[in-house]
């Protein structure tokens, strides 16, 4: 047999160097998404900005705080961001913590050694300014440059102190989400059968659960409990709510991932996989995972959009964070209450309007950039 | 020396319907299949399309079970190693674990059988992460040996697939399946989705690896040219039955079978006067695998029927140095 074979085999052509080979260094699917997400100027340059202020508000204590960064007081140097000091210590006639703006004016009139470093805004969001003159909510000034709520609390101090909080709670519940979603989905997706069945009938009874109604009944359950004997207290918290939020958000995702599974996991590379004898986990982690992030990805920012939203419509309603945290939902809600104070009602619908419209930028660009027809020849 | 041996296998498919995805029906994709592998000889396994003749090669890789969900199997597909005979179909994944190195397969399609997430070095690295302790260099060593040997260099191996041509893609698949040093190989169609050109390529290739490597080959396709090129026996497959199996020569030069002398007369030939007559032309379309007919399932369609053929599933018999499943010829 094969009487032509030994005969005029043909030789094996060497590989030709594929386009990339020409200088450029090969790169990856993942790579060339990012690098067209960084095309796309509008979703790019919101994104920046946001990292940035993100990044930045995880400084506001250094940044906006009543509460001094440095005391040298009678040759001592004190830290009270850092520690508490008796207003005692810098002889100082008031009860607890000084006031530290009343403290460097009194070191300014002084003169001597005596001073104290302020941060550049020096109100703290929890704090009631109660010595402004005329009634709260004060109307912008110079020094409140965004004016004050009805508790005389500086609005551009709360604004930008709730802004962390938003962002941080949306990302939180957004992680743990996606965490739970797609290893469910997963699953659902990869083993199929019985299990797929009735996990998807499962989702489906669970997410038509009345969301808000559901939160405004358990909120108004866990109201503060104050233990007898003890001084334990348990009330709705930063926790709880994400706990919350996360127990109805988690199902989104399921279907989309679930669906990538189901079609990944009929392609061939998965049959290579199993026939070299990788485990469940290690075929779907390593090997249909990395496949199936599209839909994870391009709903990313969508979903933080709307934690946000959920919060500030908990905050609005009166069930979400513990009182004095500063939360953009609370200063809404008294907006509401006062319309006719234009500060009130303006500025932090302002910043929520900003803030929801550059994550959508972002996620305008994050869905074209992963968009999978652009490489559709390659999945 | 038989080191594979395929015995009354059955792998069958179910067909969900209703509210909770309960069987309604089934499709007998193989039904009741024996063959052998001889060790050191490549098999040709070819039919039309839906014959069964992959999920026979996947059902001796046995990656049906954990691929599709409620698959049934059985009949026993015996492997004799060196250290005794092992029935495949009967092992559970982990058990099956320590005979995967020796079995390896080939893919189609050279574009779905890669993980576009990895490069092409991963790929290769992976059976070896899984099967062998050797530290990561050695490891690299031994992906850049492969490599070279299905024509790669050193620099290729960061590359992502789709970086590569069809048949360069399917170098790396053959060099994926290699990575262990397999003993059996099943080739799924493994030129079949390759310019023409590109298949002569692959072909030779799996032939030098062949003699060097020491393999035994199930080479799977529905391309006859390119099986009567690469093996010394063929197995002609119908609707999940083996109809005839036998030396490709012999079975090329006179086949038996009904359905083997329809198939092969498909071959074209360059001899433009010699084709007309030639050709054997089949009445009629394959029939639903969910409802095959009774007896034996060419009868639709077989130009030498007989009312008899109806009543039972003719046996493989001896006739002519090879095995033929019709009374008939």
């Given amino acids: 047999m094969n009487q032509d074979a030994g005969t005029s085999r043909p030789e094996l052509p060497p590989i030709a160097e594929p386009e990339t080979a020409t200088g450029r260094p090969s790169v990856s699917l993942l790579r060339r998404r990012l690098r067209k997400f960084r095309t796309l100027k509008r979703g790019y340059y919101s994104f920046l900005l946001l990292l940035a202020a993100y990044a930045l508000s995880f400084l506001l204590p250094l940044l906006v705080n009543d509460k001094a960064l440095f005391v040298r007081y009678e040759g001592q140097w004190y830290f009270p961001l850092w520690r508490y000091y008796p207003a005692a210590t810098f002889n100082q006639p008031t009860l607890g913590e000084p006031n530290y703006r009343d403290l460097a004016q009194t070191f300014r009139q002084q003169g001597g050694g005596n001073w104290a470093i302020l941060p550049p805004f ?107 004997g003890r001084n334990l207290v348990l009330q709705p918290s930063f926790w709880m709510l994400i706990l919350i939020l996360t127990v109805f958000d988690w199902m989104g995702i399921t279907y989309y991932v679930r669906g990538e599974f189901y079609r990944e996991k009929a392609k061939d590379y998965v049959g290579a996989a199993i026939a070299m004898g990788a485990s469940d986990a290690g075929i779907i982690f390593r090997h249909i995972l990395p496949n199936s992030l599209t839909p994870v990805i391009s709903f990313a920012p969508f979903l933080i959009v709307g934690n946000i939203g959920a919060l500030v419509a908990l905050d609005f309603l009166g069930f979400g964070l513990p009182a004095p945290t500063p939360s953009w939902g609370e200063l809404i809600g008294q907006g509401m209450e006062n319309l006719t104070k234009w500060w009130l009602v303006f500025l932090p619908l302002a910043a929520l309007f900003l803030t929801l419209l550059l994550i959508v930028f972002i996620g305008e660009a994050v869905r074209e950039a992963f968009d999978p027809r652009e490489y559709s020849r390659l999945r | 020396m038989n080191i594979l041996e395929v015995q009354n296998l059955r792998v069958s498919f179910p067909i969900a319907g209703g509210v909770f995805a309960r069987k309604i029906a089934e499709v007998k994709a193989v039904d009741g299949v024996n063959f052998e592998l001889v060790k050191g000889e490549t098999l040709g396994l070819v039919g039309e399309s839906g014959c069964g003749k992959s999920t026979v090669g996947r059902a001796i890789v046995n990656i049906l079970r954990p691929m599709v969900y409620g698959v049934e199997i059985s009949g026993k597909i015996v492997y004799r190693h060196a250290a005794g005979d092992v029935d495949l179909a009967s092992l559970s994944r982990p058990k099956m674990r320590p005979f995967r190195p020796d079995i390896q397969m080939i893919f189609q399609d050279p574009y779905s059988s890669l993980n576009p997430r990895m490069t092409v070095g991963q790929i290769v690295e992976e059976p070896l992460r899984i099967h062998t302790k050797l530290p990561a260099k050695e490891r690299k060593d031994r992906v850049s040996w492969l490599l070279g040997k299905v024509g790669f260099s050193r620099e290729q191996t960061n590359r992502y697939p789709h970086e590569f041509s069809g048949g360069q893609r399917q170098r790396i698949g053959i060099a994926r399946a290699l990575a262990t040093h397999p003993k059996i190989v099943i080739a799924d169609e493994p030129v079949s989705a390759l310019d023409v050109s590109i298949q002569a390529q692959v072909v030779n290739l799996m032939q030098d690896l062949q003699e060097e490597f020491d393999l035994s080959y199930i080479f799977i396709a529905h391309d006859l040219s390119v099986v009567r090129h690469i093996s010394e026996r063929i197995a002609v497959m119908y609707l999940g039955h083996i109809v005839e199996i036998g030396p490709g020569a012999l079975i090329y030069k006179n086949p038996l079978h009904p359905y083997s002398r329809a198939l092969l007369s498909a071959v074209p030939r360059p001899d433009p006067e010699a084709a007309k007559d030639r050709r054997i032309r089949l009445a009629g379309e394959i029939p639903n695998p969910i409802h095959k007919p009774s007896g034996c399932v060419f009868r639709t369609r077989c130009p030498i029927a007989k009312p008899s053929c109806a009543e039972e599933v003719p046996p493989l018999e001896f006739k002519e140095n090879r095995w033929v499943a019709c009374p008939w010829t």
Avoid: C, M
Avoid at chain 1, 137 to 152: K, L, V, Y
Avoid at chain 1, 206 to 214: E, H
């Fill in chain 1, 122 to 228: 020096p109100y703290s969001p929890t704090e009631s300014l109660l010595d402004l003159p005329g009634s709260p909510p004060h109307p912008p000034s110079w020094q409140h440059i965004f004016g004050t709520d009805d508790r005389a609390r500086d609005i551009f101090a709360r604004l930008a102190y709730g802004f962390n909080v938003s962002l941080t709670f949306s990302l939180l519940v957004l992680a743990i989400s996606y965490a739970i979603g797609i290893t469910v989905g997963a699953f659902l997706g990869y083993f199929g059968g019985k299990l797929d069945i009735l996990g998807q009938r499962l989702i489906e009874i669970w997410s038509s659960l009345p969301f808000l109604y559901t939160i405004i009944i358990v909120s108004s359950i866990v109201v503060p409990i104050y233990i007898p």
